[in-house]
């Protein structure tokens, strides 16, 4: 089976603080995205990583930067947290073929 | 522009009472449309890809199949575990080899015992 782990299933941090979200996958998987999922917006994806030290800004990159400095680990940075990016984020992987498998999620809250 | 739209946002069924999940696309050239469930608080699981009209795919009590237009997701005699939200997903020519997908906004669906 496919897996996705994801550092933290819960985060509470403050303003301004920088935060860490790690991503890790066990099937040797080219490609690994970020996503938030809101209610109401559905789930909107931040960065996407291709290979090793590759990345593209996906729909909502503003606030967050990436990375990818090992194949299974993807990680999203916030450089200064907001209360609007108190969200749900997401991780996913995905081989050559199609399906993206997700991780757990990591519910942050921003105070 | 592509779009996904999922319908009903929401919906109950009592246990046993057979239903159907709507999952419209607009898209540049349908490269795969994707099912996922997601209980809540949780990251989303991998149902059926679907690659052309007329595929169809199963898995216990659900089904997925696919138009030129739509998907419809049919859950059978559906059991008060099937609750969830289930989302729809299209991926299109325009996304290269990056794999970005499309969600729709997702259906919430209850099953009353």
């Known amino acids: 089976d496919v897996k996705v782990t994801q550092s933290s299933r819960y985060l509470v941090k403050r303003t301004g603080e920088k935060v860490f979200l790690e991503c890790v996958q066990d099937?040797?998987?080219?490609?690994m995205f970020w996503y938030r999922q809101d209610p109401g917006l559905g789930l909107r994806l931040i960065y996407f990583s291709y290979d090793v030290k590759m990345k593209e800004k996906g729909d909502i990159p503003e606030g967050y930067s990436v990375s990818r400095e090992k194949k299974e680990r993807f990680s999203l940075i916030l450089e200064s947290a907001s209360t609007n990016q108190t969200s749900m984020y997401l991780c996913?992987?995905?081989?050559?073929?199609?399906?993206?498998?997700f991780g757990p999620g990591t519910r942050l809250t921003v105070l | 522009e592509d779009q996904v739209t999922q319908s009903p946002e929401a919906l109950r069924l009592q246990e046993g009472e057979s239903s159907s999940l709507n999952c419209s696309y607009t898209?540049?050239?349908?490269?795969?449309l994707f099912w996922y469930r997601q209980d809540p608080g949780k990251g989303p699981e991998f149902l059926f890809t679907l690659y052309s009209a007329g595929e169809e795919k199963e898995k216990e009590r659900l089904k997925a199949t696919l138009t030129k237009k739509e998907s419809f997701l049919h859950i059978t005699a559906p059991k008060p575990e099937d609750s969830a939200t289930y989302l729809c997903?299209?991926?299109?020519?325009?996304?290269?080899?990056?794999?970005?997908?499309?969600f729709g906004q997702g259906t919430t669906l209850q099953v009353k015992p």
């Open positions: 996913a992987s995905r081989l050559a073929a199609d399906t993206q498998y």
């Open positions: 997903a299209v991926r299109n020519h325009g996304s290269g080899n990056t794999g970005k997908l499309i």
């Open positions: 898209v540049s050239g349908l490269r795969g």
């Open positions: 099937m040797d998987h080219e490609n």
